[in-house]
């Protein structure tokens, strides 16, 4: 068994570039204009709402909500990059293999 610093990373040698469609940047695009703050929300850190904080920078990725596989703008959101890299980050830790 590797030990942590050796683990593989789940999405090392990822193509999922590759598995975007085409369309893909117009659709970014229209959802970073429907979501122009990041609509990601953490437990107790920056601006308290009821338990959970809101990011309030200006959003520049969009982050699949559910299925990588799923485009529907339902699945999508506008995100700020430092938030998208912890939930990234998050995700790997878990083990989470698209």
Known sequence: ??????KPK??????????L????????KRMLDRDPV??????GEWHT???WVSCTIASTEVDHIGS?????P????????NCHRR???EQANAGRVP
């Open 1 to 6: 068994m590797p030990c942590a610093e050796h």
């Open 10 to 19: 789940p999405w090392a040698g990822s193509n999922r570039r590759a598995t």
């Open 21 to 28: 469609p085409p369309w893909w940047n117009s659709l970014a």
């Open 38 to 43: 990041c609509k990601l929300r953490y437990p």
């Open 49 to 51: 709402n009821k338990g």
């Open 68 to 72: 990588n596989e799923d485009h529907s």
């Open 74 to 81: 339902k699945n999508l959101r506008g995100v700020c990059s």
């Open 87 to 89: 939930r990234t980050q």
